[in-house]
């Protein structure tokens, strides 16, 4: 069971504020961490019950195909749709701030945050049409004991018109809705939400307040809660995200792999999610000439909780010719291994939930570069791998199903390909 309670959020935290998936960490590249703790993955700078914490089903850093299965498999962990600020702002074409109408699913916009919605226009939502029995968010629960277990406050509230909302969306195409008097747009919405649900891709403003729909507890609903957050630093945050990509479009317009690389540096590292995964995929994209500023940033230990990420990118970016490299960091690695492994206990891996535990990040990186010399044939890898996996296979704690531990597969997988006499080995 994984709980959450709402905490005070400072202006300075929003990046991780309903970040369910912190989805965060979703997409490292390593499939060792396809399954670890729901707790780093649903929750984001709120109170969690410690005893709780260990019984939460295990799904951190989801890869790519993991993160489809979980927006297309509802039952997976018990995961239900959560509103995600930046996700959300990432991925919708349109933001805007409106007004509620006497019609429960048409929405007028009062100020348009992004895309090209104008003032005045006219959106139909009818996702977002409450049903007849619902009642004002002013009266939903308000404590987080009250709200948990959903009820009333799972469903969309009647709000009065005039009432205020944000609506992330996606333009699909054009509806065939005519422009009339009312200046309706002419767009077929979709909702900029990871689960598909508008639900999660909006939120309600009572006076000060912010709701949005969440899940409090794993397993539990998504119900309608107080976000903790102002309407002012969700429209700076939205900004935030908003000039990340515009600044990230011009980084990949640049030719040369090594000013590319620099250009991206600095998102390599933010806490805007999204924008951080986009800068390392487009890093793995950008060539040899990217490698001695990946390099840097490998070296770098600020940049130490994608350092998984990073091996994948300077494999991606310099091929063959960097093979040499990647065994050489194997080896600290296994050095580094040789040292810690007989002091960790049993459980070590859930002893801190935390997804920038650094044990974790140098499993995780461990890992990577295993990955990486399988993909680049280097036959020399063969011997820091056979240690490796002597390693694992000789410390009890190593090994520890609680880990879901894959590294002495994976050492194991890597040294076949490796042998000089095999087919894939470069000197055949």
């Known amino acids: 069971m994984m709980v959450r309670r709402p905490g005070s959020e400072r202006n300075g935290d929003l990046a991780t504020v309903w970040q ?19 707790v780093t993955a649903v929750s984001a700078k709120f109170h969690v019950r410690s005893m709780l914490m260990r019984l939460a089903c295990l ?50 916009v009062l100020e348009s945050w992004k895309g090209d919605l104008k003032t005045g226009e006219r959106i139909v939502i009818p996702q977002l049409r409450p049903a007849q029995k619902a009642i004002a968010v002013s009266l939903y629960p308000k404590s987080w004991e009250e709200a948990v277990n959903g009820g009333v406050n799972e469903g969309i509230p009647k709000q009065l018109p005039g009432s205020r909302m944000v ?3 996606r333009s699909s195409g054009e509806s065939p809705t005519r422009e009339g008097p009312e200046r309706t747009a002419r767009h077929l919405w979709e909702p900029a939400d990871l689960f598909s649900e508008m639900k999660t891709a909006a939120l309600w403003i009572d006076g000060s307040q912010v709701y949005g729909f969440v899940q409090l507890m794993n397993p539990g609903p998504s119900v309608l809660f107080d976000l903790s957050i102002s309407e002012q630093r969700v429209r700076e945050r939205v900004l935030e995200v908003g000039n990340a990509q515009q600044e990230l479009a011009h980084c990949i317009a640049e030719s040369d792999g090594a000013n590319r690389a620099e250009c991206l540096k600095p998102y390599a590292k933010t806490d805007i999610f999204p924008a951080r995964k986009f800068a390392l995929d487009e890093l793995a994209k950008a060539g040899p ?23 994948n990118a300077l494999a991606m970016a310099g091929g063959e010719g960097v093979a040499e490299e990647l065994n050489t960091r194997l080896r600290q690695d296994l050095a580094f291994w040789k040292s810690t492994a007989p002091s960790l206990s049993q459980g070590w891996w859930n002893q801190d939930l935390n997804s920038g535990t650094p044990l974790r990040g140098r499993y995780s990186e461990t890992y990577q570069l295993l990955v990486a010399l399988e993909h680049t044939h280097y036959s020399p890898g063969r011997t820091a791998a056979i240690e490796l996996c002597a390693v694992w296979s000789s410390v009890p704690a190593m090994s520890d199903p609680s880990s879901f531990d894959q590294m002495a597969d994976e050492c194991r997988k890597l040294t076949d390909p490796l042998q000089p006499n095999n087919n894939n080995s470069p000197e055949n």
């Not at 912190?22 to 499939?31: D, F, K, R």
């Not at 951190?60 to 018990?78: E, M, P, S, Y």
């Not at 000439?289 to 990420?309: H, K, N, Q, T």
């Open 20 to 38: 369910p998936l912190v989805v965060a960490e979703a997409t490292q590249g390593t499939t060792d961490n396809v399954l670890s703790s729901c």
């Open 289 to 311: 000439g990217a490698v001695p500023a990946i390099r840097r940033m490998l070296d770098d230990p600020s940049f130490s909780r994608d350092a998984s990420a990073l091996v």
């Open 167 to 169: 609506l992330f969306l």
């Open 59 to 108: 799904c951190r850093h989801l890869v790519i195909i993991g993160l489809v299965a979980l927006a297309t498999n509802r039952a997976f962990c018990g995961i239900r749709p959560s509103f995600m600020l930046d996700y959300s702002s990432w991925h919708a074409t349109h933001i805007v701030l409106v007004t509620t109408t006497t019609d429960g699913a048409t929405f007028e």
